[in-house]
Each structure stands twice: as structure tokens, then as C-alpha cells.
């Protein structure tokens, strides 16, 4: 059950611990406190965990302090959405929106390699008018021998540039729980010149010990990538350990599944699955056209299927875009080539905005159709 408190019950007031100790005073009832940043206020919610069935909501509901009292299923207790529960995770960060309504793209480089590179890459961006990007410093790779990313000694320059170019929000892999430490230092000591998403790759998905420190912290919001090679809902039980240590400003990424059944492409594209994540669960839904496709293979009409599946997706809902450019591909020391052109991020915004209006439209069909039906 989780129980939202009134907004008004300071954290340190003598009428909060009360609820807090008559809550916990319910026998077998655990009580965990989460404070949620929404876009508009700071709310308390009261996690209560243990044999909640003998509880009713109406006598939840009735003590002083309580807003709102909402059962949910055993599954995807804090991201899920549950019965009669409208509220989804809306939030802002560094001055942009995130939530089920919203999109944003994230245009950038696979991996950090060059100063000239990242400059050019932010420069294209700034023109563009785009506040977000992806730039990995911690790369997770197959083979012990290939370039594992900068690391932290990329991260001051990159952040500064990042600022200097109106960047607000970098997307960046973390691998391990100092990244995020480092990530935090390197912001501090560059006056937080830009903001960071961490995010947690399909390998990581199953590091459970990196999903709770990562959940831990309420610096950064965070980007989960399915695993490539488990279910969709043991995917998202990771995500529930993100939000369960108390961080649910978790953003859930799309990115293809392994298997030989998804030739020629790197990853069978999973992008179907937008709408079952919106119905699902609470989080804003990414997709991640480069590494499920993973080549610049275009059909006979001269679309790329990467920007094919990118507007399937964006035409389904979905709500971030994480895709790869590169100013000189061939020399990209991580993914060369599924990259984007510079001379093509124009275009693929293009074609991004129409599949969004193609979107919206829909949603506005299906709308019509549902009051038509009432009337
Ligand atoms: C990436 O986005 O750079 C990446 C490594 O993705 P994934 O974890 O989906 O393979
Ligand atoms: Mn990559």
C-alpha cells in the first residue's frame, strides 16, 4: 500500500512521526519513507510493505496526516501503475521535463573521444535548438582490448563544453557505483555547468547492487536500459529496485533484444513494446534506434531503417529518443557504424516532429472515438 501524505505535514513535525508510529504500529506492517520530487512539489510517500491485506484503505485514509491511500499489486509496487491510480512520474531536471506526455531527443556520441569531435557534435546540437545529449565516458565493452571510454578525466572539458553549448541534460552510462560519485565531483568542481542522466546499460540491468546505490542517490534521474536477453518484466523489477531505494525519477529505455530472429538488424527492435511499458508502468518510455538496429541500412524509399523504427516508435507514444551521431564515423572508436551524419540531424528532427504529430493525432482520434461512444 503506499500512503501519500498531505504536503502541508512537515518532515519534522510531531504530527508526522504520530502517522509514522501509528503505521507501523499495524502488526507486520513495515513502514518505508520516500520523498518524491514532482514537477510541481515535494511529496511523502509511505511505502507499507508486509501483510498489508489486513489493512483497509478506508482506515489508512482516516488518519490525521493522510492524503491519499492506494493499494497496489504485488508487481511494479513504485513505477507500476495500479488500479484507480492515474498519476504518472512526471519530472523536471535541470529546467527540462520528462513525463508520458513529453519528448525529448537526445542526439550525440556513442562514446567521448575528441575534444574536436564533442565540439562539433555540441556546436550541431546548439543549431538545432536541441538542450539534450548522450556522451559516454564509461563504455562497457565485449572485448578487454577495446577503448573503454575516457572516464572521469573526460568529464570536466566535456561538462564545460556541454554548458557552453546550452546543453542541459547529458545522457551517461555508468558501470560502476564511483561513476556517479565522479559524475557528481566533476559537476561540482565545473560549477554544474549541465545536468546528467545517468544511465545503466542492458548488461547492467541485473547488477543488482549497482541498481541500489544507483537508486540511492537524488542527484540524478536516471535511464534504464531493458536487458537484451531477459523478460520484460524482469526488466522492469530492476527498475523497481531503482525507485524501491528511492529513486523514481527513472526513465525506462527500449534498445532491442538478442537474438538471431532480429537479422539483419543488431537487435530485434522491440519498439511494440512502447504502449505496454505506458500501460504498464508510471515512466516516461525511451526508445534507442541506434544499437537495436545497429547499421545505416536504408530501405528502397531511402529511409534509414533506423529512422524507420525511430518514427514506429515515436508514432507509438514514446516519449525520449537516444540516438548516435558522429562527426567522422569511420574514426569513432565505439560504433562507428550505426552513426548518424551531422549533415543529418536536420533531417532526422524532421522526420522525428512528423511521427510526433503523426502521434498526437492519433491520440486525438482515439479520443474522439472514445466520446463519440459515450454520446
Ligand atoms: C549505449 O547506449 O552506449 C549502450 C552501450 O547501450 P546498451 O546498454 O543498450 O547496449
Ligand atoms: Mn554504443
Known sequence: MIVILEPSLAADSPERTQLLDQLTAFPGIEARVHEVRGAEQLLTEVYLIGNTARLTLEEVKALPGVERAIRVSEEYRILGRHKDEHRVIGFEYNGVSFGQESLNVFAGLCAVDTREHVEIMLK????????????????????????????????????????????????????????????????????????VMVQIGTRNIQNFELLKSVGRQQEFPILLKRGFGITLNESLNAAEY?????????????????????????????????????????????????????????????????????????????????????????????????????????????DVALARECYLKRQALARSHAAGRKS
Not at 543549431?127 to 548522450?134: D, I, L, M, S, V
Request: aromatic content about 6%; overall charge negative.
Open 124 to 195: 550541431a546540437l546548439k543549431e538545432q535548438g536541441q538542450t539534450c545529449t548522450r556522451m559516454g565516458a564509461y563504455k562497457p565493452r565485449t572485448s578487454p582490448y577495446a577503448f573503454q571510454g575516457h572516464g572521469k578525466e573526460c568529464l570536466p572539458w566535456v561538462f564545460e563544453l556541454a554548458g557552453r553549448h546550452g546543453i542541459r541534460v547529458i545522457a551517461m552510462e555508468v558501470t560502476h557505483e564511483s561513476h556517479v560519485d565522479e559524475i557528481s565531483e566533476a559537476l561540482a568542481t565545473t560549477g554544474h555547468p549541465t545536468g
Open 242 to 350: 531503482l525507485a524501491s531505494e528511492g529513486n523514481s525519477r527513472v526513465v525506462f529505455c527500449l534498445r532491442g533484444m538478442k537474438t538471431n530472429m532480429g537479422d539483419p538488424h543488431r537487435n530485434f527492435v522491440d519498439f511494440s513494446h512502447v504502449p505496454v511499458l505506458r500501460r504498464l508502468t508510471r515512466m516516461p518510455v525511451c526508445i534507442d534506434p541506434s544499437h537495436s538496429v545497429g547499421s545505416r541500412e536504408r530501405s528502397p524509399d531511402g529511409i534509414l531503417d533506423l529512422m524507420h523504427v525511430t518514427a514506429q516508435g515515436i508514432a507509438a507514444g514514446a516519449n525520449m529518443v537516444l540516438v548516435d551521431f558522429h562527426p567522422s564515423p569511420t574514426k569513432a572508436l565505439v560504433d562507428g557504424p550505426q552513426a548518424l551524419h551531422m549533415d543529418e540531424l536536420r533531417w532526422f528532427l524532421d
